[in-house]
C-alpha cells in the first residue's frame, strides 16, 4: 500500500470518528452530572434519522437539521424529567436496566411505526459531490459533517468552560452536594444537559441519514462505539473522549486500510481493553470522588 | 387398620372412577384441540438484527400463505396456525425450534434467512425428524458438507447466485483477463459466497485485485471506497448482507465513484433503502415484483392489497415454501414429515410462481428453479420508488436444464448422515 493511501486512511479515521463524538460527549456528560448510563442513547440517534425522513417533504433536509435535534432535546428533557430524575441517588446498574429498557421500546416503538425494512433517503442535491483537498479527494456531503460536528463540539466546550452555566455543571460533576449546599438547584442544570446531550444524539441521527442505512435498529450499530469511545476517553474528561473518538476511528481506518479488515471491530475492543489494563480511568480520566 | 384399609379402597374407587370419567369426557376434547382442528406450522427467521428487515417480509408472506390456504379449506380439511417467532442468533433459533416441536408439536419449521441459524435448526429437525424448509439462508456448504436429510431449500444457494448473475458479467466482458474487488460479510453467508465466487473467476480467466471482510455490524465503509478508488477495479462486487448493502451503496454513490458494480447476493428491499440514483449495478435474485407470470402478479396483487407494498424477494421464499407443503399434505393427506421428504424426493413438481415448475434435486435437496439478473435503472428512467430496475429473462433459458446453474456434485457434494 502507498503512503498516499495510508495518510488518506489516516485522514479518514480521524473524520469517521469525529462522528462518534457527537453521540459519545452527550453520553459521557449525562454520565457524568446525573451517573445516568444512558443505553438509549442511540435510540435518540435513531429517532433523529426518522424525523430528518418524516420533516424533509416538508421543511427540507436544511429545515430539518434546524428543527429534529430541538424535537429530540425537548423529548430528552421529558424522558429526565419523568425518569433519569427517579435514578439520580440510586446505584446505576438500576438507571442502566431501566435506560436499556427505554432503547427497547424506543426501538420497537420505530419498528411498529415505519416497519422493520429499511427506509430511503439520500443526500440532497446541494451537498453533492467531490472536494479535492490537494490529491486527496473526499466527499464534499462529509467535510460539510465535518465542519458542523467540529462547530458543535466547540460551542459545548465553550459552554461548558466560559460560561457561569458551565462552571455550575463542572462543579455539580465532582460534588453535587456541594453545590446545593451552596444553595444552587442542580434540576434545571440536569434538564440542560440531557436536552443538550440527547439533541446532540438526535443531530448525529440527522446528519448521518443521508449516508447510512435508516432502520429501527440502527441506534444499536452506534451506542457500543460510543460506549468504547467514552471509556477510552475517561469520564469526565472532555478532551479525553474527543481523543478517544480520533483514536477509535483512527485504529478502525488503519485495520481497514492495512488489510486486517475483519479484525477492525474487534480493534477498538483490544484497544479498551489496553486503555483499561493500563489507566483504570481512561486517558485522560478525571478523579470523582462519588464513582470511586 | 381395617377402617384404614376401606377408607383407602374407597378414595381409590372414586380416584378411578374420576380418572375413567374425566378420561372419557375430556380426553377427546383435548386430541381434538391437538391434532383434530389445527394443523401448527413453526416459522423462524430474523425480526430483529441485521437481517431484521428482511424477516418482516418473510413473517408478512407466511401470514398471507396460510391466510389463503385456511380459506381454501386449509391442510386436509383443518385450520392452519402459523406460530412465528424471532429466531434472533443460531443459539436461540435451535432453542425455539426445539420448542416448537416438542412442546407445541408442530407439523414443520419454515423460514430462516442466517445460513448459521439454518445449520443449528437443522440439527434438531434431523434429531425430530421433523421437515425444515429453508427460505433464506443461500450458503452452499448447507447443500454440501453440512446437508440433512430434513432439510430442504426453497432459497437458492449461492452457486445458482453466482452463476445466474455471472451470465451477465461474461456476456458484457467484465470477467475474463479483468481483475475484480470484492468485500464480503465477515460470516458464514460471505464466506461461503467468496468461495462460490472465486471458483468462478478461477474458471472465468479472471482475478481479483482485492478483497476485504467486512465486519456485520460496519455501518462507515469510506476505508473500504478509498481502497477501491486506489486499486481501480474493472468490476466491484458486492457479498454483503442485510444493511451493509444499504450503508455500501449509500456511501459509494456519496464517493462517487463509477466502477461497475455487481453482487452475488442481493435483496429487493436493500436496493428500495438505497432508493434512486444510489441503487446501481447488475445482481441475482430468487425472484422480483415485477416477474409477469399469473402467480407471480396474484402473488404481487394479494400482498400489496394487505400490506400497502410490494413484496420482496424474502417474500417469494417463505410464501411459497407454505404454499408447497400445504399442497403435499393435501396431496398425501398426511402429517408425517418422512412421507413428505419421500414425496420431494421423488421429484415432486411444484408452482413456483414462474414460468417453469421446480422440484427439489434428490442428491441435495435444493429446489431447481428458475433465475434473474436486475439491472439498476438510471435514475432518469425511474417511475416510482419499486420499479427501480430492469430484469434479464429467466435464467437457465426455456431450453436449458433448470440444473445447469446448480452446484455440480464436483463443487459441492452432499451425503445425507444416516
Request: charged letters at 15%; aromatic letters at 10%.
Amino acid at each position: 500500500m502507498s503512503t498516499m493511501l495510508l495518510a488518506q486512511q489516516i485522514l479518514n479515521g480521524l473524520l469517521d470518528g469525529v462522528y462518534y463524538l457527537l453521540i459519545a460527549l452527550g453520553l459521557s456528560l449525562i454520565f457524568s452530572l446525573g451517573g445516568i448510563v444512558n443505553l438509549a442513547h442511540g435510540a435518540f440517534y435513531a429517532i433523529g434519522a426518522y424525523l430528518t425522513l418524516v420533516l424533509s417533504p416538508y421543511l427540507g433536509f436544511g429545515g430539518s437539521f434546524v428543527v429534529a435535534p430541538v424535537v429530540v432535546a425537548l423529548m430528552g428533557v421529558v424522558i429526565e424529567r419523568t425518569l433519569f430524575r427517579r435514578f439520580y441517588r440510586s446505584d446505576p446498574i438500576l438507571s442502566l436496566l431501566m435506560t436499556f429498557g427505554l432503547a427497547m421500546v424506543a426501538e420497537q416503538a420505530l419498528r411498529m411505526i415505519f416497519g422493520a425494512p429499511p427506509l430511503s433517503y439520500s443526500i440532497p442535491t446541494w451537498l453533492r459531490g467531490q472536494v479535492a483537498i490537494g490529491s486527496f479527494i473526499y466527499s464534499f456531503y462529509r467535510v460539510v459533517l465535518l465542519g458542523i460536528a467540529i462547530t458543535c463540539i466547540a460551542a459545548l466546550w465553550l459552554l461548558l468552560q466560559k460560561t457561569s452555566f458551565g462552571r455550575v455543571v463542572r462543579a455539580g460533576v465532582q460534588n453535587p452536594d456541594m453545590v446545593g449546599a451552596l444553595g444552587i438547584s442542580l434540576q434545571p442544570y440536569m434538564s440542560t444537559v440531557a436536552a443538550l446531550g440527547i439533541g446532540m444524539a438526535g443531530l448525529a441521527g440527522v446528519l448521518l441519514a443521508p449516508i447510512y442505512s435508516i432502520h429501527p435498529a440502527m441506534g444499536q450499530e452506534i451506542i457500543t462505539p460510543a460506549f468504547v469511545v467514552v471509556v477510552i476517553g475517561g469520564l469526565g474528561s472532555f478532551w479525553g473522549v474527543v481523543a478517544a473518538a480520533l483514536l477509535v476511528g483512527l485504529v478502525k481506518g488503519v485495520m481497514v486500510g492495512i488489510g486486517y479488515s475483519a479484525a477492525s471491530t474487534a480493534a477498538i475492543y483490544l484497544l479498551m481493553l489496553l486503555v483499561l489494563l493500563f489507566r483504570p480511568r481512561g486517558l485522560f480520566g478525571e478523579r470523582i470522588t462519588r464513582f470511586e | 387398620m381395617s377402617n384404614n384399609n376401606q377408607f383407602t379402597r374407597r378414595s381409590l374407587l372414586k380416584t378411578a372412577g374420576g380418572i375413567a370419567l374425566v378420561s372419557g369426557i375430556s380426553a377427546p376434547a383435548i386430541l381434538r384441540a391437538q391434532t383434530a382442528d389445527v394443523i401448527k406450522i413453526g416459522h423462524l427467521t430474523p425480526r430483529t438484527g441485521f437481517l431484521g428487515p428482511l424477516g418482516e417480509y418473510a413473517a408478512m408472506a407466511a401470514d398471507l400463505a396460510v391466510e389463503e390456504i385456511n380459506a381454501a379449506g386449509g391442510m386436509m380439511g383443518r385450520k392452519v396456525e402459523l406460530l412465528k417467532e424471532d429466531s434472533v442468533n443460531p443459539q436461540t433459533a435451535s432453542t425455539k425450534a426445539e420448542r416448537m416441536i416438542e412442546r407445541d408439536k408442530v407439523a414443520c419449521i419454515i423460514g430462516e434467512i442466517s445460513s448459521a441459524s439454518c445449520l443449528t435448526i437443522a440439527q434438531v429437525a434431523s434429531r425430530t425428524k421433523t421437515l425444515f424448509i429453508n427460505t433464506g439462508g443461500n450458503s452452499d456448504a448447507l447443500r454440501g458438507k453440512d446437508c440433512q436429510r430434513y432439510m430442504f431449500h426453497v432459497e437458492s444457494q449461492n452457486s445458482m447466485y453466482v452463476k445466474t448473475v455471472g451470465r451477465s458479467f461474461l456476456r458484457d466482458g467484465l470477467v475474463k483477463g479483468k481483475k475484480w474487488y470484492s468485500l464480503t460479510a465477515d460470516y458464514a453467508f460471505g464466506h461461503d459466497l467468496l468461495k462460490v465466487s472465486k471458483r468462478f473467476m478461477e474458471a472465468n480467466g479472471g482475478n481479483f485485485a482485492g478483497d476485504d471482510l467486512v465486519p456485520t455490524d460496519a455501518t462507515d465503509f469510506s476505508a473500504y471506497l478509498l481502497k477501491i478508488r486506489e486499486a481501480k477495479p474493472d468490476l466491484v462486487v458486492i457479498n454483503l448482507a442485510g444493511n451493509q448493502v444499504t450503508n455500501f451503496l449509500k456511501q459509494y454513490a456519496e464517493f462517487g465513484l463509477t466502477f461497475p458494480v455487481g453482487g452475488f447476493g442481493f435483496d429487493t428491499a436493500l436496493a428500495w433503502a438505497a432508493g434512486k440514483g444510489n441503487f446501481v449495478g447488475t445482481w441475482p435474485v430468487v425472484w422480483h415484483h415485477l416477474l409477469e407470470t399469473p402467480g407471480s402478479k396474484a402473488f404481487v396483487t394479494a400482498f400489496t392489497n394487505k400490506y400497502k407494498k410490494p413484496p420482496e424477494n424474502q417474500a417469494w421464499g417463505d410464501y411459497v415454501a407454505v404454499k408447497i407443503v400445504a399442497k403435499t399434505i393435501n396431496d398425501l393427506k398426511s402429517v408425517e414429515s418422512p412421507k413428505i421428504i419421500e414425496h420431494f424426493e421423488k421429484g415432486a413438481k411444484f408452482d413456483v410462481l414462474k414460468t417453469r415448475e421446480g422440484y427439489f434435486r434428490a442428491s441435495d435437496h435444493q429446489m431447481m428453479h428458475e433465475m434473474y439478473a436486475v439491472t439498476a435503472l438510471p435514475a432518469d428512467k425511474i417511475k416510482n420508488q419499486w420499479d427501480i430496475f430492469a430484469s434479464s429473462p429467466a435464467v437457465p433459458a426455456a431450453n436449458e436444464d433448470l440444473e445447469i446453474i446448480a452446484a455440480t456434485k464436483e463443487e459441492n457434494s452432499c451425503t445425507f448422515p444416516s
